[in-house]
């Protein structure tokens, strides 16, 4: 178990003391901005200030090309593609599709932070209209505990067979069994007939895989093909057997899922599914 995973652990083991986590991650970030300004470094309009940065780690451009880069390789997503990002942050993924997604292009991501939300309309959307971004008001233990709707009966804002490609990267990793097979029915809902979805995982048969990886903290089983690292808070890290993956994926209605092992220096694997 890694240093950071018990003292988050530590950090959520009461309900009292959830805020603790983010509270510490926000002035951090405000720190780091005002030293920023102060030495005089600005950032680019489509970088977010760092106390926005709630999801991943590394580099925010950098990280975003990567995965713009591999969904284009897995999914064959063109200029013209219609995209739904899930759980879409505070536009990491989004901000690397500009440049591939022409007006043409049709670009919906929805995530449960609205303070994320609130920045991606006024940077992104404003300047590029084929990009649009709504608040889901879902309830999640790490990110909005508070949240009015049940993330196991969440239904997408959009009507059937609306995108090209689905892309959900570090969602399955934090949602519990129940809410990880709506999420999968959901988005073989909205995906058009040859369309794709993206996602990432801890696969848990993989967890001697990557060192230092969250999926070597998850080794409390909370249902069959389903680990977690925490009890209290299970959606802090969540991994998911192979097996249970594509079983998962097939009562949702897919037909296939490939996946793309965690490697150089990737600590998610991704599946694409179709």
Not at 156 to 183: G, K, M
């Amino acid at each position: 178990m890694t240093a950071r995973t018990r003292l988050n652990q530590l950090l959520y083991s009461a309900r009292a003391t959830r805020w603790i986590p983010e509270l510490s991650r926000r002035l951090r970030g405000s720190l780091a901005d005002g030293l920023d300004r102060l030495r005089g470094r600005g950032r680019p309009w489509y970088v977010p200030p760092r106390r926005l940065m709630f999801v991943g780690d590394g580099d925010f451009v950098g990280v975003g090309r990567r995965h713009a880069s591999l969904i284009q390789s897995h999914t064959g997503l063109d200029s013209s593609a219609s995209v739904l990002d899930v759980g879409c942050g505070v536009g990491r993924i989004a901000v690397a599709l500009i440049p591939v997604l022409r007006p043409e292009g049709r670009y919906q991501g929805f995530d449960v932070v609205p303070e994320a939300i609130r920045w991606c309309q006024a940077e992104i959307t404003r300047r590029h209209p084929n990009f649009r971004f709504q608040v889901a008001d879902v309830r999640n233990g790490r990110y909005n505990p508070r949240g009015r709707m049940a993330p196991e009966s969440y239904r997408f804002p959009f009507p059937d067979t609306s995108f090209d490609v689905v892309i959900a990267t570090s969602v399955f990793t934090h949602l519990r069994p129940a809410e990880t097979a709506n999420y999968l029915r959901e988005s073989r809902r909205v995906l058009k007939d040859g369309g794709k979805l993206y996602a990432t995982w801890f696969l848990a048969d993989r967890a001697v895989a990557i060192r230092g990886s969250r999926r070597e903290d998850a080794q409390i089983e909370i249902e069959e093909g389903f680990r977690v690292s925490s009890r209290r808070l299970p959606e802090l890290a969540v991994a998911v057997t192979e097996e249970k993956m594509r079983e998962l994926h097939a009562d949702a209605g897919f037909s296939d899922a490939a996946v793309d092992y965690a490697r150089d220096g990737r600590a998610q694997d991704i599946v694409v599914a179709a």
